[in-house]
């Protein structure tokens, strides 16, 4: 089967996402560009983009997709007593630039490690700029410790990556982001795709159909665009301890 190729005009329509191929799961389309239209549209459509150095730009919408419900973040009760008295502290669109490339960086393994291009550096910064785009990050101090990047549409949420220079990092920042979430009231939280770590914190896999129709729902709601700063405030790390999962939706 030859994969779609997009066409030049960033409003231009991705193919029905029900063509995406089985193998590769949810492999869509190729080419197009980076650009903010293109993204946004994707991502409304459960569509994201996934590819390494030297490859066209490639469209993904596997089938099933890894959602986390705010509400069911799970932080093990071990993790949850450390934290009692962790001194970090999160905060949200302070650092941008720093949390994508500390994700460029880290190493994953099972993964393509050059997926976070310079390009998709590049796009991903024009977004944050435009106020579609957001971190939230954790700090030993001044020190960023961890961190979290995606994409803001109505009221969904679509991860991109985290990271963690200490361990546990990355978790603050997931739970971090979805306390804050869950109070503004957005209930879920794309993780595109599956592995034993995003399970263990609570990711479920969605069929695509089902995760679409929120998608739907949810982006078409509206929330003004901008920097996440001021609104998402201060939040100590601390906080997180006596979080428990709503396991009534997991």
């Known amino acids: 089967m030859r994969l779609p190729m997009l066409g030049r005009d960033p409003h231009s329509p991705f193919p029905p996402v029900q063509s995406a191929l089985i193998e590769p799961d949810g492999l869509l389309a190729m080419g197009g560009d980076l650009s903010p ?14 590819f390494s150095q030297g490859e066209p730009i490639l469209w993904w919408s596997p089938d099933p997709r890894m959602v986390f419900r705010t509400a069911s973040v799970r932080l093990s009760s071990r993790f949850r007593r450390r934290l009692r008295g962790s001194t970090w502290h999160v905060q949200a669109d302070t650092a941008f630039d720093e949390v994508i490339a500390a994700c460029a960086r880290i190493p994953r393994r099972g993964e393509r490690g050059t997926w976070i291009t310079g390009s998709m550096r590049a796009a991903y910064g024009e977004l944050h700029r435009l106020g579609h785009a957001h971190s939230v990050e954790v700090f030993d101090g001044p020190r960023l410790v961890g961190g979290i990047y995606g994409v803001a549409s109505g009221r ?7 990271f963690s220079l200490e361990s546990g990092g990355s978790k603050v920042a997931l739970g971090a982001l979805a306390h804050r979430l869950l109070e503004w009231g957005w209930p879920l939280i794309d993780a595109q795709v599956g592995n034993p770590h995003l399970c263990s914190l609570g990711a479920e896999p969605w069929p695509r159909e089902i995760f679409l129709g929120h998608v739907a729902e949810l982006t078409a709601q509206t929330e003004p ?3 996440w700063t001021t609104r998402f405030g201060t939040l100590p790390a601390s906080v997180l301890a006596d979080r428990q ?6």
């Open 225 to 227: 665009a901008g920097p």
């Open 37 to 50: 239209a293109r993204l946004l549209n994707a991502y409304r459509h459960g569509i994201f983009p996934w």
């Open 156 to 162: 969904m949420f679509f991860g991109e990556s985290m």
């Open 245 to 250: 999962p709503d396991e009534r939706l997991s």
